[in-house]
């Protein structure tokens, strides 16, 4: 990386704008990631430990109302719903998203997030108290929005926070705290801890620990530069933004940047989600967005989880050390997207994620191979295990975290929220019918299951080497700039600078 490479030779007063650099965009991402990405990876893991326990609390909620028991098929739509309410609440969290980082801007949105988590907290602690497993189902769908609200601001106020030599490194961090969250949800939820039949409401509240860590870390660190400058006209603000993120670093190369790309955007407004599909200046972007954005949750990563309990069972780990081994799951796909982040500068976006779709493609075929096989040859479950820990590994380093990247720099500041808007309608969408579609499917192909999945991988894995635009080490301005020769090609370059102007667009 660029910064890196110039510390090797700077006099003191550039080490210590290195350090307080380091420093200030470190508490950044923590602060954000916290209570965002981690809470979506944390409440996503932690609904596994208590599913014995919440039917049960279920059925005698309902006993103790009735005199009657719940009949088993209730009991399981009930727990459905449970389950599938977090990406409905997701669903509504992506399409709040937009309006409120352009109402109230990048951090204070993440802010106001979490009165979602405060209120969800209060509902899971005190629902068997109550005797209501209704607290439980509302709890979820407040829980989706913060989420949904968190996946999509999050990777926004960093992208434009971050100096363009680290963005992608910095993006990246979204990732990792989502798989740090599932690792985190996955460890709190082992019987010794919160995953017991008596501990499982403190267990579910226990996503208010992280909200709490924001509500106390965030408002001490700025605000995104580019929100400032672009969406509310502020200079002076967005010079007091950049000099906490920077430090005494001479910010004249990266103002002059700043009031370039809000020349770009002049006379603009914010886009809303449906006019991103009629513009031809967004034509790229948009297929972009939509192809790697649906391909992301249509890989078959969730099909690997949910084979990974059973397969485990079959290689003869015992039924009480599961739990264990699972736990490697999640920290297989922890480790890959450190690793992302450390080499995203230098491999690109590109490479990333062609290699990430293309290797999932080669693992999966050789998983489908070894679960026709299973039956004949004895070490077979343990090779179906070396593929599942394998795709999980090429997810993370690619997928996983450049998608939540290509809003953040295929559009421009006037199209990035609704852009945010889409990508996370889509994905809590995809998210809930293959949650819905999955049991349907592994009835229906049996080891046949992963072959619908290994066709979107490499059809994934195609477009991102032949069409995704590489944006490694760019600015804003100069991605703008070639995605309008890829949308009008035999024409000149994109809109230019023309001037200082004061522009206002915070409708949405």
């Not at 629902?127 to 968190?150: D, K, P």
Request: neutral net charge; hydrophobic residues 50%; contains cysteine.
């Amino acid at each position: 990386m660029k910064y890196l490479r110039e510390a090797g030779h700077c006099s003191l007063e550039e080490w210590r704008s290195f350090s307080v650099q380091g420093r200030v965009l470190l508490l950044t991402i923590c602060a954000a990631g916290i209570g965002g990405t981690f809470q979506f990876g944390y409440n996503l893991s932690i609904i596994n430990a208590p599913t014995l326990h919440i039917q049960e609390f279920t059925n005698e909620t309902w006993r103790m109302r009735t005199g009657q028991p719940l009949p088993d098929h209730l009991v399981l739509l009930v727990w459905s719903l449970i389950v599938s309410l977090y990406p409905l609440g997701g669903l509504l969290g992506a399409l709040l998203a937009g309006p409120l980082a352009v109402t109230l801007g990048r951090k204070k949105s993440l802010l106001v997030n979490n009165v979602f988590v405060l209120a969800a907290a209060a509902l899971f602690g005190f629902s068997r108290r109550a005797g209501s497993f209704e607290m439980i189902m509302l709890g979820r769908l407040l829980v989706g929005i913060s989420a949904g609200v968190g996946m999509n601001v999050q990777p926004m106020y960093l992208g434009e926070s971050a100096p363009k030599e680290l963005r992608g490194a910095v993006a990246m961090t979204s990732a990792i705290f989502t798989a740090l969250g599932l690792v985190m949800g996955q460890v709190v939820g082992l019987r010794e801890l919160l995953g017991g039949p008596q501990a499982w409401p403190l267990l579910l509240a226990s996503c208010l620990v992280p909200g709490v860590l924001q509500l106390a870390s965030l408002p001490l660190l700025p605000e995104s530069p580019r929100y400032l400058l672009i969406d509310r006209g502020d200079p002076a603000a967005c010079q007091a933004a950049l000099q906490r993120l920077r430090g005494p670093a001479d910010l004249a190369g990266e103002l002059a940047e700043l009031e370039q790309e809000r020349a770009v955007c002049r006379g603009g407004r914010a886009r809303r989600p449906w006019e991103l599909f009629r513009e031809r200046a967004l034509r790229r972007q948009v297929a972009s967005l939509v192809v790697l954005g649906g391909a992301m949750e249509l890989c078959g990563n969730d099909t690997m989880y949910a084979y990974a309990l059973a397969l485990f069972s079959q290689a003869g780990i015992s039924q009480d050390k599961i739990q264990y081994a699972a736990i490697g799951t999640g920290g297989c796909e922890l480790l890959a997207t450190l690793l992302s982040c450390l080499v995203i500068e230098r491999a690109g976006r590109r490479v990333l994620m062609t290699g990430g779709y293309g290797l999932m493609t080669c693992w999966g075929s050789v998983f489908t191979v070894a679960l026709s096989l299973q039956g004949s040859f004895s070490w077979m479950p343990y090779l179906a295990m070396a593929c599942i820990f394998a795709s999980i590994l090429s997810f993370g380093i690619g997928p996983a975290g450049v998608t939540g990247i290509l809003a953040t720099e295929l559009f421009d500041q006037m199209a990035r929220p609704a852009a945010y808007m889409v990508c996370g309608a889509l994905m809590w969408t995809m998210m809930f019918l293959v949650g819905l579609a999955f049991p349907f499917i592994m009835e229906g192909l049996s080891h046949f299951i992963y072959v619908p999945f290994l066709c979107v991988c490499v059809c994934a894995a195609v477009y991102s080497g032949l069409f995704l635009p590489e944006t490694r080490g760019k600015s804003f301005v100069e991605i703008s700039e070639e995605l309008h020769r890829l949308n009008f090609p035999g024409r000149g370059r994109g809109p230019a600078w023309a001037g200082l102007e004061v522009i206002r667009s915070t409708e949405l």
